[in-house]
């Protein structure tokens, strides 16, 4: 089982024309963690969400996408408070930018949980859920305490500059946390502002040599970057296709990352692999964000939409 940690929202999505200068919007299921929770089961992995939803209409329907996907919601906790809602707009490249209204919400009431499933091999953290407290803070002493008994451990920042009120604060927090992760995940927008003053190349150097195993930049429509602690680097270019909008294309990647690792053998804290294997699922990914880009909101791919998705020795 993959565990997936984070915030589930309400992502309002622009739908039809503007009216009297208001844009019609359409409320989806959404926030990183989530979404990544649903890309994993409908890739074909066992998953898990674990986070605090709300009772309220949306956390309902939150749930109940969750229940579509067969994904296993044991360590979902509840609140009355609301749900976190994310107001989307759409450049005309197709990329998202938000707006979140997210004091008081049920998502930053998380607390530390009991034991994982014993079946629970892998977890991933990210996004809004690594900022907002006082469930940040929660989310953080999990990511250690798993890294302590050896899980495999993912990150993906996905950051969220308008929610951090103090950027040197969060990047020097940021770096605190790879000694316990053991992929690092992010975009090429995310590594320059985590990095800061810093030259990218060099700053993605020192992520690497501060504890992850591998880090894994994307690089929108030019493709996915992985750097290895054995000294490898490997680069696919990204698949050309229509693209409706961006949102959760990440979140694919994650899933993506995770479940063709895992078919690899891999999800270990030294998942080392060999350049061809890193490829297979360099492309994989690609593939699924691909498809995800292809359509509105974050919907991403079901197995038998990836036909390469063939048994891996």
């Known amino acids: 089982m993959i565990v997936s940690a984070g915030e589930a929202l309400i992502d309002l999505v622009p739908e039809g024309p503007v009216a009297d200068g208001l844009p019609a919007l359409l409320p989806k299921r959404g926030g990183g963690p989530y979404n990544t929770a649903i890309a994993l089961a409908r ?10 939803i709300s009772t309220d209409q949306f956390g309902e329907a939150l749930l109940a996408g969750l229940a579509a996907d067969g994904v296993d919601t044991s360590l979902v906790q509840r609140g009355p408070e609301p749900t976190t809602l994310a107001v989307t707009e759409i450049a005309a490249s197709g990329a998202a930018a938000y707006r979140f ?12 949980p009991g034991a994982l499933p014993a079946e629970a091999r892998a977890i991933l ?12 803070s929660a989310y953080e002493e999990l990511l250690h305490r798993e890294a302590r008994r050896g899980l495999f451990t993912a990150l993906d920042p996905n950051v969220r500059p308008g929610l951090i009120p103090d950027a040197d604060a969060y990047r020097a927090r940021f770096r605190s946390w790879l000694p316990s992760v053991t992929l690092l995940k992010l975009s090429d927008q995310d590594a320059a502002w985590l990095a800061g003053p810093e030259d ?9 040599a501060a504890g992850p195993y591998a880090v894994v930049v994307t690089r929108g429509a030019d493709g996915l970057t992985v750097l290895d602690r054995a000294g490898g680097r490997f680069d696919v270019p990204g698949q050309r296709v229509p693209v409706v909008d961006t949102i959760g294309a990440g979140d694919t990647v994650n899933a ?8 690899h053998g891999a999800l270990r804290p030294d998942p080392a692999l060999d350049r061809e294997r890193w490829l297979d699922v360099l492309r994989y990914a690609a593939r699924a964000a691909a498809v995800t880009c292809t359509r509105a909101g974050a919907e991403p791919p079901y197995a038998s939409e990836l036909a390469a998705d063939a048994d891996v020795s």
Not at 43 to 52: I, N, T
Not at 256 to 263: K, P, T, V
């Open 101 to 112: 209204h997210a004091e008081g919400t049920a998502d930053r009431l998380f607390t530390l």
């Open 200 to 208: 990218v190349d060099t700053a993605v150097e020192g992520w690497l």
């Open 43 to 52: 890739l074909g992995s066992p998953a898990a969400f674990c986070s605090r």
């Open 125 to 136: 953290f990210g996004t809004c859920s690594l900022v907002l407290e006082p469930g940040a």
């Open 256 to 263: 993506a990352l995770l479940h063709r690792l895992d078919r």
